[in-house]
């Protein structure tokens, strides 16, 4: 027979690292640099220190089969990280930190808002890694599933990390994570189920007790000891007794103390739900019974009871929207006329008024200036503003008009921290600019928009100029 060498068409080099390979050598390198397989074990954490204490955040990019993703690294900043555990405790010791986190009772029930921190919630765990596409976009095929938490099992392993693992998947709302925790020669599958509906044998504790139970002892032969519970019934109120939207006059006359202020606060309720936990923490399964026709767990008997308030994001400001308000009406181009009408403009009228106050033999209070104005604009388009609030705030402007005002300007200036305005561009303290100005805020807020400015300026130019014509001082 003859030797007939034959070409090799299908040689492969298996010396290529494939694109997988290359993914989890990847992982393990961002392992390493977070430095994760050289942490040690610190002390246990406190009552609060979830809430309390800051999150450090760490994040590196990363692309698998044309997929960017996130790997993020979350570690609760304990204040007593310095104080970590003695090494030869640690060796002798069989338990990992995510091991020592799970089991403290003081991590049940952990409060924590932030984003992708319900795995801290759902666990009690201090420090964690998670692998999350860059996109909003959902992984939903089981066998890239298995993939990507087969890829962070081995990267852990290679990389001797203790640190819980996980890889989010399924739609981002569902909120949805699959992962594990290796360490000590041990694994642990940190696994989710999601159902649209809760099964009937699942909402109370002997049905959960039962399904426990058989997870744990199928297949294993181990007897289970009585099984410590942590109960905690959440009772939410969201529905508020809304009050109307703030009122200036508050049904009452105004009174110069409230001109002189801008209201300060949230414009509505800024508590948007309010939440009551009954706790029952650590319980034998033997001293507690609660099936589907009868339980001993009575909220008023709870050990421990607890309570959250939950406030609006960005709830809207009475200051904010007063001084906003303001500022858009500044870039205001109307005029007079068009925003009162003729009844507060006439030339002829202004020009005989002008004549009248030249012959006039005794200088005439506001009063008399109101009710000559008032009987000039009879049957005309007045404003928005009664005479009697209108005439209060005249008075707060011009105290000096009024003998028994309580609401006279510091003439002598009152006491300043200099230091505390210095580098701020304003007019005096309670001067008249800034008294306008305030009256100006309410006016537009509360007493008719645009219309109740026009008005009040319309009526404080007529006094000025009156002041003026007469050699009369200007308070403030």
Known sequence: MHNVEIEDFYHHDFTTASEWEVFIARLEEIIHEWKLPHSKLEPALKPGDFVNLTWEVKSE???????????????????????????????????????????????????????????ARYYGIREFVLLTPAKKISI?????????????????????????????????????????SVGKGTITHLDMVHLKKTPPHCRHLTGLLALFKQKIGDGSGVRLDPVMVSIRFTYVLKDWLTEPPFDFMKGKPVINNELGRLPFGAEVDPVSELQVYATWPQMSENIVVDSESFTD?????????????????????????????????????????????????????????????????????????????????????????????LMMILYYLFPDAD????????????????????????????????????????????LGGIQAVAQIWHEFVQEMRYRWDESILIPG
């Open 403 to 446: 003998e028994q005002s309580k609401a006279m300007y510091d003439e002598i200036g009152s006491n300043i921290d200099e230091d505390l305005w210095k580098g701020i561009k304003t007019c005096a303290l309670d001067s008249l600019v800034w008294r306008l100005a305030i009256v100006t805020a309410h006016c537009r807020q509360n």
């Open 140 to 180: 939903s095929d089981e066998t890239r599933i298995k993939i990507l938490v087969s890829s962070l099992t081995i990267a852990s392993t290679n990389s001797n990390s203790e640190v819980p693992a996980l890889v989010q998947v399924q739609e981002p709302w569902q909120k949805y994570y699959l992962g594990v």
């Open 61 to 119: 990019e990363l692309n698998f089969a044309n997929y960017p993703f996130l790997f993020k690294h979350f570690k609760l900043k304990t204040s007593d990280s310095t104080d970590k555990i003695d090494s030869e405790t640690s060796d002798e010791d069989s338990s990992t930190q995510s091991h020592i986190d799970v089991l403290n009772i003081t991590n049940d029930f952990a409060r924590v808002d932030q984003d992708y921190l319900e795995i």
């Open 297 to 389: 767990l009575e909220p008023q008997l709870a050990t421990e009871w607890s309570a959250r308030v939950k406030m609006v994001a960005t709830p809207p400001s009475m200051l904010e929207e007063h001084l906003k308000g303001f500022l858009n009406f500044c870039n205001n181009q109307k005029l007079l006329v068009d925003i009162l009408g003729d009844a507060y403009v006439d030339n002829d009228q202004m020009l005989s008024s002008a004549f009248n106050i030249v012959t006039e033999s005794k200088i005439p209070t506001i009063s008399k200036v109101m009710s000559r104005a008032s009987s000039k604009k009879s049957n005309k388009n007045d404003g928005p503003i009664p005479d009697d609030t």
